[in-house]
């Protein structure tokens, strides 16, 4: 299948991108040079060319000491000899893992980077996400405190989610993981033979990662409706298009890492990450299902354990935020809710959300910065009922419009399977169980200020422990066992 926007093909991307409805008038898009191609990684010496600002050939190159494999060779020692050989002096920084034995985007990682950084000197960051957001947020923050433009260069190793291209970091936060302004890298390179010859379990982590869409889309619009984001634009599901049938008609390629399907599989996520950097937000691709796998990356870093791979931990909360879907747009009748009820008392709520997080982590901390942004949502919410009242006299207009961009949690099955990525929580590295999966879905709601249908199910009255256990239950059959 051909994508309508194509990221690889430069000035005719942007051209047809800015015809979007919805364009962010007045942006400035620094992200020309999106190279997606066999062999782009002897094109590295020829893109910082471009974005070297004076003196010396001197480059900062950022990576994590994680071995990686190209066409039978080792990855990060041939790159540098790739640039070597061109002229350039390397200066490499290895980020070091913490006691889970991860690198993680925190601001220990972020503050390192940035003490290394040179004025007119680029930086390279060769890794997936984590190495990516890291080096990207140095570079921003350097920028701002020195007034220097620093030339940032990405050279992605796996298919794995859509902070290529993406101006915003997700960082941890007291054990919080927040959404950080950040900004655009200057070039991403996308070698076609890195990607193919990435741990197969990343190229399935970056479909599941796009698959968040069938959640934070209804999300995104639900919050609309609701007063509740004002932001709200049809630029990204125009921007990426029919991914069901998109990810349907390519999976055998993806999951034979055929080169065509990890050209096609970089281009989708290419074009996620610049869906949310267009919309100012990370709400295209960050719903309900991303604060549910929040809370569970909150659960493992509190316990100082490893991560699973993102994009399939997201792709299962995808399956319960799908299920909620459906569940609420089957059953919810707006004659059958109490206005008076929908409105929480703001210190019972504090109240709640402090115990309930202190369960996972005893210090407070956690509660505290969960109210802190929670608090923001909660106010504005209680401070506009009128909004709530339009919403329901408008929901026989409402409920198709988020019935045509949500998909069943069947959709999602058949192209996890089809790529054979994760199916069930306990297929997770380390597995996640159902213990862990309900007090993420019961507190994710709780955890920031953007509403998602979480909030809705809330303020609405729905019995969420039922509810649960209806989702748990579609979510086990359909990874294949036993309910």
């Not at 959404?179 to 200057?186: A, E, G, H, N, V």
């Not at 889309?217 to 049809?234: E, K, N, Q, V």
């Not at 709400?283 to 991303?290: D, F, I, N």
Request: include cysteine; aromatic fraction near 8%.
């Amino acid at each position: 299948m051909k994508l309508k926007y194509d990221p690889a093909q430069g000035e005719l991307f942007w051209a047809a991108v800015r015809e979007i409805p919805g364009f962010p008038t007045g942006d400035d898009i620094p992200l020309r040079t999106m190279i997606i191609e066999s062999n782009a990684l002897f094109r590295l010496p020829e893109v910082l060319n471009t974005l070297y600002l004076q003196g010396g050939r001197d480059v900062l190159v950022v990576m994590d000491p994680t071995p990686m494999q190209r066409s039978g060779e080792s990855l990060k020692p041939f790159l540098l000899q790739v640039l070597q050989n061109t002229g350039w002096k390397t200066h490499l920084l290895v980020l070091e893992p913490d006691d889970s034995g991860q690198v993680h985007t925190d601001m220990l990682q972020i503050e390192t980077v940035k003490a290394n950084i040179l004025r007119g000197v680029p930086v390279l960051s060769v890794g997936s996400g984590v190495v990516t957001d890291i080096s990207k947020h140095a570079c921003y923050l350097y920028e701002n405190e020195n007034g220097w433009h620093v030339p940032f260069l990405v050279y992605q190793t796996a298919n794995s989610v859509s902070a290529y291209t993406s101006s915003m970091a997700p960082v941890f936060i007291q054990g919080v993981k927040r959404t950080l302004t950040s900004r655009y890298p200057d070039a991403l390179v996308c070698d076609l033979e890195t990607l193919r010859d990435a741990p197969y379990e990343m190229t399935a982590a970056g479909v599941g990662d796009m698959l968040a869409v069938f959640v934070s889309f209804p999300d995104w619009y639900l919050a609309h409706r609701l007063g509740m984001d004002d932001g709200y634009t049809r630029l990204p599901q125009e921007l990426i298009g029919p991914l069901d049938e998109i990810l349907i008609e390519t999976a055998e390629e993806i999951h034979s890492r055929s080169l065509t399907g990890m050209a096609m599989l970089a281009k989708l996520i290419s074009l996620g990450g610049l869906a949310m950097s267009l919309s100012h937000a990370t709400t295209p691709l960050s719903g309900y299902e991303h604060v549910m796998s929040h809370i569970l990356d909150l659960i493992n870093e509190l316990q100082a354990k490893p991560l699973p791979m993102h994009g399939s931990q997201v792709a299962l909360t995808t399956v319960l935020g799908a299920e909620a879907y459906r569940i609420f747009l089957q059953n919810f009748s707006p004659p059958s809710l109490r206005l008076q009820d929908c409105f929480p008392d703001p210190e019972q709520i504090r109240t709640h959300i402090l115990k309930a997080f202190l369960a996972i982590d005893p210090s407070g901390k956690a509660g505290e910065e969960c109210w802190a942004d929670y608090r923001i949502k909660l106010e504005e919410w209680n401070r506009h009922p009128e909004r709530v009242t339009q919403f329901l006299t408008e929901w026989g207009t409402i409920q198709p419009e988020l019935t045509a961009v949500a998909r069943p949690p069947e959709t999602i099955f058949r192209i996890l399977k089809a790529v054979e990525a994760p199916c069930a929580f306990s297929e997770l590295q380390p597995a996640v169980d159902e213990k862990d999966a309900r007090f993420a879905f019961l507190h994710a709601p709780l955890m920031r200020k953007r509403l998602t249908l979480g909030d809705v199910l809330i303020f609405f009255g729905f019995n969420r422990e039922e509810l649960w256990t209806q989702i748990w239950e579609v979510a086990q059959a359909g990874a294949g066992s036993e309910p």
